[in-house]
């Protein structure tokens, strides 16, 4: 068996009318764009602060722990009450 050339290609596609393949068009791509409204702006900002935060207040910390090395710290238990009952019915401050 002999293979050769593209004729029997070129004369099938003779016959059935197609030519040269045709120039496709080029297809112009729009850029996605996102807007940002302004509480989302803000929650953006107030986050990014809040990143910005230490996660332990060591002012706080040092406070309690000298009042607890001299034995003036005083435990609210009503607060402590307050704020088991909240968390327990899901309440929020």
């Keep these: ?3 050769g050339g593209f004729s029997n290609i070129q ?3 003779n ?3 197609a030519s040269k393949p045709q120039e496709t068009k080029k297809l112009q ?8 409204s302004q509480a989302g702006r803000e929650y953006q900002i107030a ?3 809040a990143r910005k935060l230490p996660d332990i207040r060591q002012d706080k910390v040092e406070a309690i722990r000298l009042e607890l090395e001299s034995g ?6 009503d ?4 704020g088991i009952l909240k968390g ?3 309440e929020e401050e």
């Design 11 to 13: 004369k099938a596609m």
């Design 79 to 82: 607060n402590i009450a307050k």
């Design 1 to 3: 068996m002999k293979i």
């Design 47 to 49: 986050m990014e602060a």
């Design 88 to 90: 327990a019915i899901g």
């Design 15 to 17: 016959a059935y009318g």
């Design 72 to 77: 003036t710290y005083k435990v609210d238990i």
């Design 29 to 36: 791509l729009k850029e996605d764009k996102i807007e940002i």
